[in-house]
């Protein structure tokens, strides 16, 4: 099967989704095998986004939908290990049920200021 190709350029490639959503859904992929957006270097996370951003207006015009998911899996929920962000095209009422839950709520056991405690600290630290 041959990848049918709607945008190619030094940095990424991207592609039809071969067992898409909804017609239009887009796979775009970084040229350099990253498994995460963490480990694309930083000098290319810009340019990447750039490409996701326009990949995103494109579908949507090219599709006439009402808008689009855009997503990337880290790790989990990931069948192919390679960084890859979906442009899905959507519109309202076409069934697509993406429902991010459980939902949990912050108590007693786990706070809301103890878990903003630790991610800012894990931020320092990458500082």
């Known amino acids: 099967m041959?990848?049918?190709?709607v945008y190619?350029?030094?940095l990424c490639l991207a592609f039809l989704?071969?067992?898409p959503l909804f017609h239009g859904h887009v796979l775009l992929v970084?040229?350099?095998h990253v498994v995460t957006l963490a480990e694309l270097p930083a000098p290319n996370v810009g340019p990447y986004m750039i490409v996701a951003q326009q990949l995103e207006q494109a579908v949507e015009s090219a599709m006439?939908?009402?808008?689009?998911l855009v997503l990337i899996n880290n790790v989990v929920s990931q069948s192919v290990p390679h960084l890859h962000v979906h442009v899905i095209p959507r519109k309202f009422k076409d069934g697509l049920r993406f429902w991010l839950g459980p939902r949990v709520k912050y108590d007693d056991t786990v706070s809301l200021s103890e878990t903003g405690r630790r991610i800012r600290e894990a931020l320092a630290a990458r500082a």
């Open 17 to 19: 989704d071969h067992r």
């Open 30 to 32: 970084p040229r350099e």
């Open 64 to 68: 006439a939908s009402d808008g689009s």
């Open 2 to 5: 041959l990848a049918e190709i």
């Open 8 to 10: 190619a350029d030094e």
